[in-house]
């Protein structure tokens, strides 16, 4: 891992009360390109709320979330998504009754509207469309590029998110326990597009996962989070053999 690389994301004592309690304590952390962040920690520890102070869903009560330089910690989630904050597995992301094709086309030309303009109508429509179709193909669902998103499975459905991400070009991509609810076949295809999406060095990924295989082969750098603070962060096998992390959440694992 290059530790040169300038951060893409930071959080800075990021910290959210809910009434008298802690959530998330004070937990700052730097994410960088090409770099696969897993957020690990037993039950209860801050994992989702710390995901959500990320993402926008939840607005923190101090501290600050820098994207590339700049504060972003009380901008909207549709915001955080324009500067290419991108969190998969919302389903709001998705058009339902528009096609497969459609939903990534429509991704594109919000990403180019200055590209949609500048080029004659006809070819605006082949340079969206060949576009869409390369995320398309590269997600596995090109046969199914003309189905309604509400038809797919819920595995292709993740699929489709996944493109939609690839589409609007995000370079902080999230997922939160990417592989549930899966099938046995379809876990795995999910699992291979995170490591290609991991292979362009220019996006951030930051993982909130349970299970201890999908770590283990994604993971670049985890973060153990307890009772809402940051009590181990680093190469995971280095960590996981930390005491700290032992006592505060071994015991609790296996699933
Ligand atoms: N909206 C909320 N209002 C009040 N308390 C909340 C809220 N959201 C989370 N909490 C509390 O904050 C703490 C952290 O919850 P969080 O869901 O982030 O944990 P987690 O690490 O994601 O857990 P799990 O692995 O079970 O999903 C818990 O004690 C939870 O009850």
């Not at 389903?91 to 080029?119: K, Y």
């Given at each position: 891992m290059d530790?040169?690389?300038?951060?893409?994301?930071?959080?800075?004592?990021?910290?959210?009360r809910f009434g008298g309690h802690v959530a998330v304590d004070?937990?700052?952390?730097?994410?960088?390109?090409?770099?696969?962040?897993?957020?690990?920690g037993p039950n209860?520890?801050?994992?989702?709320?710390?995901?959500?102070?990320?993402?926008?869903?939840?607005?923190?009560s101090s501290g600050t979330v820098i994207h590339q330089g700049d504060d972003i910690t009380r901008l909207s989630v549709p915001e955080r998504t324009r500067r290419g904050i991108g969190r998969a597995f919302q389903?709001?992301?998705?058009?339902?009754?528009?096609?497969?094709?459609?939903?990534?086309?429509?991704?594109?030309?919000?990403?180019?509207?200055?590209?949609?303009?500048?080029?004659?109508?006809?070819?605006?429509?082949k340079f969206a469309i060949d576009t869409a179709m390369s995320y398309i193909e590269r997600c596995g669902l090109a046969g199914r590029?003309?189905?309604?998103a509400a038809n797919l499975s819920h595995g292709d459905q993740r699929k489709l998110e996944v493109a939609l991400l690839l589409a609007l070009e995000s370079s902080i991509v999230m997922f939160d326990e990417p592989t549930a609810g899966m099938s046995a076949d379809e876990a795995p295809i999910i699992l291979e597009l995170i490591q290609s999406i991991k292979s362009?060095?220019?996006?951030?990924?930051?993982?909130?996962?349970h299970k201890m295989d999908v770590i283990r082969s994604l993971a670049d750098e985890i973060m153990v989070l307890h009772n809402g603070q940051l009590v181990a962060a680093g190469v995971p096998a280095e960590v996981m053999r930390s005491d700290v992390v032992r006592d505060a959440y071994l015991g609790t694992m296996g699933h």
């Open positions: 530790h040169t690389t300038a951060p893409a994301l930071q959080t800075r004592n990021l910290t959210v004070s937990v700052s952390y730097d994410f960088r390109p090409g770099c696969l962040v897993a957020i690990v209860g520890a801050g994992k989702t709320t710390y995901f959500n102070l990320i993402s926008g869903q939840l607005r923190a389903l709001t992301n998705l058009f339902p009754r528009l096609s497969v094709l459609e939903n990534v086309r429509l991704a594109i030309q919000a990403r180019h509207p200055g590209a949609m303009d500048i080029f004659r109508l006809a070819d605006a429509d590029r003309n189905e309604p362009d060095a220019s996006k951030a990924i930051i993982l909130v996962e």
